[in-house]
Every structure is written in structure tokens, then in C-alpha cells.
């Protein structure tokens, strides 16, 4: 018996000193996080701040059906609260947001008003720029498809909160099946014949085609390119899961899930406008191309465009992405709990940051200001994914900031 509980004694004695040796996980790396806003209220994707530090943030209802109060669009008046933007009326449309008289029921065409403003920029000028996809989910829990009018920009001036300028798409740029999600801004006078700047837009549809849009700021003109390319598509069958949660797409109620289908989302300029980054979130990869390439339509520019396409490689899963002034890309990493850096010097992918409280990494904007803000809104565990096609989203989702890399700031041509 001696002999039995000495041998007992010696093996716990054992099994605590290996379980001493063994190395753990920290769960977090690089500058802590600041937690600059909490979300209460509506699901937020886009964010914006301006040069006084004005914050705005959007909040489709093409994407979360709750997302039904009164804005699409709202003010980040302080740490918890939010305001209509630039008021009430122009959020709400008259007569609701979904067209029953078609067949199917479709999204309406209000050209004065915001149907789900999903994206959003601030330019050097105090200029909002808001990329309306003119989509919402209907009472069948289907994306309505988008009419003429819906989808839109609408240009709104900072210093008195009024709408200058309005600029919806043709059916042959925007098709009722896009899904306009993220945008980035050129003023560069050089750029068009306008001489007022260049607005480069992802279509990131689940079910239509994928590609980029080019709008002239001037002539309000907007034409595509890349449509169908597999490159702004999503990978085929891959794996991803957050928090040790699978993460399948629900295509819509009572269908069989699949792959995240979603195609070209998050989109980066560089420091000279010269180069456009974008990302897959149905994938994990990252590419870049000439922006000379997208601005051309003559007769073989689509030909030009596919050839002058870059891949960078693997730099993670993630929705939105920005860059800084030094060119570095910052992405989310859905799988990690982390934001990371693509260097385009050196071609390599490092973690910047990684905490427990980083999953689903929506918006990321590299500020004027010196900071990388990014928004957190859960949305693998909303409705349009699996399992069952439950709301699992817990409020309130937290917008966090951390100092940019080297001193560096937004990379925004001006």
C-alpha cells in the first residue's frame, strides 16, 4: 500500500512539473486596445471620422434585418449613443424600403433618400461620401434586389450638414443583384477630365457578379471592370472558423449552407493612387492592380485590366482594409483574433495585433489622426449564417483603436 501511494505521489509530482514547462497561448499581442465607441443600438459596418473628429458609421439593413430603427446613416454623438445623419427624414423613405407591388418584391428607388447605406469616406475636402447599395432584406428574410435610383453615392458637406451631390448608377453598373459594399476616394485634379477626383467601389455580391466599379466625381459617369474575374470572386470550398465556431453562408431560409460566398469587399488605395488593393471575404487572399487600369474604357481595357492583375497571396480572412501612408496593408484575421499587416516592400504578412475580444473585423480605417480604428460586429453569428439561420449576435459591438504602425497615417490621395 506504501509502495502504491509513494508511485502515486511521484506521478501527480511528475504531471505538475510538465504541466510547468508547457507553453500557453497569451491571446494577446502588440498595442492594447482602446475601446472608442460601443454600439447599442443598430448592427454598424462602414466608419468615418473627419479632421475635427467628427465619427460616423453605417448601418445597412441589406445585411441585418433588425437594422430597421430610424438611420442608415448616423453621427457617433458619444461613447454609446448615435444621432440620424445628417437628420431623420432622409433616412426613412416615405413609404417604407421594400417594393411589395413587384414580383418579387424588389427595393425601392428613392433617389433622395438613404435605402441601407453600407459604406462610407471622408475626404482632405470635410466631404462625406456614403455608398447607398440601395438592398434590404424583406419579410422573407431574401436580399430584395436593388431598382434603378436605389444605388447611389450621395455627397454630403461636413461644415454644414447638407447633401451637395447625388450619383446613382446605370443597370449596367449597378445590376439588381450587386451588393456595393466598401469604397475608396482619389482627388487627385489629374485623375479625370473633371478634375474632381475618382471613387473606386467593391461588388462583393453573394449571388450575382462580382468586379469593380470607377466613378467619375465630375460627370457622375461609372463603369466596371474585372466582372466575373476569379479573382474578385470567392475561393471554392474553404474552411473558416471563428472562436472555434464554424462559419457556413445560409443563401437563404430553409437552403442548404456553403462556403462563404461573398466576392471582392474590402478595397485599400495607395499612398500615390496609384495602386488599388482589394480583398475576398470568401477567401483569403489579397490583390492589387494599376488604377490607370480601372480608369480606362477604351475597347481593350478590360483586356489590359485582367492582365495588370497582382496577387499578393495569403494574408488571412477578413472584411475590410485599409492603408496607411507608408503602403502597408491592415486587414482583419478573423481565425486569429487579430488585425494583420501586409508590407508590399518586403511581400511579407505579420500580425499587428491580437486580442480575445477581435473576431469578425468589419470596418478598418487608417485615420488622419495617427490611429487604426476597426469595428466589431459579429457578423458570422447573425442570421445569414449557419447553423439554423439564428440572430446569436450579443450588443454591444465595440469600435476599438490602436496607434497606426510607425507614426503613420491615412494613405488618402489628395
Request: overall charge negative; charged content about 20%; aromatic content about 10%.
Amino acid at each position: 500500500m506504501l509502495k502504491t501511494a509513494v508511485a502515486v505521489l511521484l506521478s501527480c509530482w511528475g504531471a505538475i512539473g510538465l504541466a510547468q514547462q508547457l507553453q500557453t497561448d497569451p491571446g494577446t499581442y502588440g498595442p492594447p486596445l482602446e475601446i472608442v465607441h460601443l454600439y447599442k443600438d443598430q448592427f454598424p459596418t462602414g466608419f468615418a471620422i473627419s479632421s475635427t473628429g467628427r465619427m460616423f458609421s453605417t448601418y445597412p439593413g441589406s445585411l441585418y434585418a433588425k437594422n430597421t430603427g430610424n438611420y442608415t446613416l448616423a453621427e457617433l454623438t458619444d461613447r454609446t449613443s448615435e444621432r440620424p445623419y445628417p437628420n431623420v427624414g432622409i433616412n426613412t423613405p416615405p413609404a417604407g424600403k421594400v417594393n411589395q407591388s413587384t414580383t418579387p418584391p424588389s427595393a425601392v428607388n428613392y433617389h433622395d433618400y438613404l435605402i441601407s447605406a453600407q459604406g462610407l469616406v471622408i475626404d482632405a475636402k470635410d466631404r462625406m461620401w456614403v455608398l447607398d447599395n440601395g438592398r434590404v432584406i424583406d419579410s422573407s428574410g431574401i436580399q430584395a434586389p436593388a431598382s434603378v435610383g436605389g444605388p447611389k453615392i450621395v455627397g454630403i458637406d461636413l461644415k454644414n450638414d447638407k447633401v451637395f451631390k447625388t450619383i446613382t448608377f446605370p443597370d449596367d453598373v449597378a445590376y439588381s443583384t450587386s451588393y456595393l459594399n466598401d469604397l475608396r476616394i482619389d482627388l487627385r485634379p489629374s485623375v479625370t477630365t473633371s478634375g474632381e477626383g475618382i471613387l473606386y467601389i467593391t461588388d462583393s455580391s453573394s449571388t450575382g457578379q462580382n468586379g469593380i466599379i470607377t466613378v467619375d466625381l465630375g460627370s457622375g459617369t461609372s463603369w466596371r471592370h474585372l466582372d466575373g474575374d476569379p479573382r474578385v470572386g470567392p475561393a471554392q470550398q474553404y474552411f473558416l472558423s471563428i472562436w472555434g465556431e464554424p462559419v457556413y453562408f445560409l443563401p437563404g431560409p430553409g437552403k442548404p449552407y456553403m462556403s462563404d460566398p461573398t466576392g471582392a469587399d474590402g478595397i485599400a488605395l495607395s499612398a500615390d493612387g496609384e495602386t488599388l488593393f482589394w480583398s475576398i471575404t470568401g477567401g483569403r487572399n489579397l490583390y492589387s492592380i494599376p488604377t490607370l487600369r480601372l480608369r480606362d474604357k477604351a475597347l481593350n481595357s478590360e483586356v489590359r485590366a485582367r492582365a495588370a492583375v497582382q496577387a499578393h497571396g495569403e494574408k488571412g480572412v477578413s472584411d475590410g482594409i485599409d492603408a496607411d501612408s507608408n503602403d502597408r496593408i491592415y486587414c482583419g484575421s478573423f481565425e486569429n483574433n487579430a488585425i494583420n499587416v501586409y508590407d508590399p516592400e518586403e511581400a511579407t504578412v505579420s500580425t499587428y495585433v491580437r486580442d480575445p475580444r477581435i473576431a469578425w473585423t468589419d470596418a478598418v480605417l487608417a485615420a488622419r489622426d495617427g490611429y487604426l480604428y476597426f469595428n466589431e460586429n459579429q457578423l458570422w453569428r447573425t442570421p445569414g449564417y449557419w447553423p439554423n439561420g439564428e440572430d446569436r449576435t450579443v450588443k454591444p459591438f465595440p469600435l476599438f483603436r490602436v496607434p497606426l504602425k510607425d507614426g503613420a497615417r491615412s494613405a488618402a490621395p489628395q
